[in-house]
């Protein structure tokens, strides 16, 4: 069955929405009445389809296609999931669901991007309120994968559960909030650091710049990978989160902060604000920004997903459920994936190291493909690579797919010779090329020796097939 998301709403968020689903296979109908949504969203899937990729070492799955329609009926037509995203306005969004009820089955899941609204106050009126949940993304919704699922006490749980499986299926963290709550759980979090920053600018402390400079130079860096309790508990010590409440708990009665406190929002602020603003970031346009930002998030993903951590292990899972094993043409593909932005040197081009990982790659999936697989190896039997010769032929940027097409040029006993090509997917353009020669060992004295019978008639069948 095809899969179909549609997006009501088509804005920044909105945006982020059909470029995550895209990309992930499904079939994306939009219904927005700004004229500029189809440019805009473009604009937004341009910079998705660069970044996405690189946080995968499998490739993603056939782009979904994306369609723009000129009423909610024909968005919402076959679509299992609506994503809405319309503006803030809770009469305009219960307005948006009684359409959206009027033109879709009961099983279809209608969930709202909101972030300040309850289902419940969404849910009211409505003709089948169960239907309706809260799917709070965070920007840009295409790398952060973050979705609070809010269903309220009137959320069915069969609309829950669909909707937990598809946001797992295009790659992101459904964190089910089971209670109704204004703002949610995040954005508690981020309006008392902006309520607190507004003072901190208002009273002259603080600019913006060495606001953002506090955050990304110091805790910000640690939420990413710990989150707020793990890492007091690491502050407390051995003694752990007994130990740091015990000391710092008394501090929570100074009056350090004014979260209880607003500053006047007049015109003065405002200016102050954006004339801070304008001085730290003015030189660079907001698309220049927003390719900073997802370099800076691939890079922060792909560092966390190295060591299985945080946000990283939830890429990680979700790219083992991409992979698929090698078919049976000659040559093998063994390698089909993006360049990621942290390859890449201060030539603005893949590092040469990386060529050898890419290879590196290539006949690992080779050695999984014939048996000697992760079990082979545990069992103290593996290929360890003797010589390579690698020649680099065009250059490499990040951002780029490419493939690797593998030959076996050699199986005869402990011998395993291997001659990759590194191709360009847009255009199949040659990159580099690499002569490899792999040696039969055993883990335990690590010395060479014949492969297992299964694998050295797997590997000479495959020699045999790539003879010409």
């Known amino acids: 069955m095809t899969k179909i998301a549609a997006i009501v709403g088509g804005g920044v968020i909105g945006g982020g929405w059909a470029a995550r689903f895209a990309l992930m296979g499904w079939n994306v109908q939009v219904f927005d009445p700004d004229p500029e ?63 959206l009820q009027a033109h879709c089955s009961e099983d279809v899941v209608l969930a709202s991007s909101t972030s300040g609204f309850k289902p419940s106050e969404l849910q009211e009126g409505a003709a089948r309120p169960g239907q309706i949940i809260v799917a709070h993304p965070f920007n840009p919704v295409y790398l952060l994968p973050l979705a609070e699922l809010v269903p309220g006490v009137n959320g069915a749980p069969e609309t829950v559960e669909k909707a937990r499986e598809i946001l797992i299926d295009i790659g992101m963290y459904p964190l089910h909030v089971k209670a109704e709550i204004d ?125 299985n951590a945080g946000a990283g292990k939830l890429i990680a899972d979700h790219d083992a459920t991409l992979r698929a094993p090698l078919g049976g ?86 011998k395993l010779r291997l001659l990759h090509e590194m191709k360009r997917a847009k255009d199949d353009a040659l990159l580099a090329t690499c002569d490899q020669f792999l040696l039969h060992v055993s883990l335990e004295t690590r010395k060479s020796c014949p492969p297992l019978p299964q694998v050295l008639q797997a590997v000479e069948a495959l020699a045999a097939k790539h003879a010409d």
């Open 183 to 307: 703002a949610h759980i995040a954005d508690r979090f981020l309006e008392a650091v902006w309520r607190e920053a507004l003072w901190l600018v208002k009273d002259g402390i603080a600019t913006t710049e060495e606001i953002d400079d506090a955050i990304r130079y110091g805790f910000g860096l640690r939420w990413a990978q710990m989150g707020l309790f793990e890492t007091y508990r690491v502050a407390g010590g051995e003694a752990g989160m007994k130990h740091f409440m015990a000391q710092f708990g008394p501090a929570l009665k100074w009056p350090w902060t004014k979260l209880m406190d607003v500053p006047e929002f007049n015109e003065e602020l405002v200016d102050l604000i954006a004339g801070q603003s304008d001085a730290q970031s003015g030189h660079m346009s907001i698309r220049e920004l927003e390719r900073l930002r997802d370099d800076n998030l691939v890079a922060i993903l792909r560092a966390l997903k190295g060591q």
């Open 37 to 99: 949504a189809k440019r805009k969203i473009s604009e937004v899937m341009a910079g998705a389809e660069r970044a996405l990729p690189m946080l995968y070492e499998a490739p993603l799955r056939a782009r979904g296609k994306i369609s723009f329609h000129q009423t909610i009926a024909e968005a919402v037509s076959g679509a299992q999931y609506v994503q809405e995203s319309v503006p803030e306005r809770l009469e305009l969004k219960q307005k948006v669901y009684a359409e």
């Open 329 to 414: 043409e000659v040559p093998l593909v063994t390698v089909r994936r993006t360049v990621p932005v942290d390859w890449t040197d201060v030539n603005g081009h893949m590092n040469e190291g990386r060529y050898g990982q890419v290879f590196s790659d290539a006949s690992e999936e080779l050695m999984f493909h014939v048996g000697a697989d992760r079990d082979y190896i545990a069992a103290g039997n593996s290929y360890f690579t003797a010589e390579t010769g690698v020649k680099y032929v065009l250059e490499t940027h990040a951002g780029e797919g490419f493939y690797v097409e593998t030959r076996v040029a050699l199986g005869q006993g402990k």
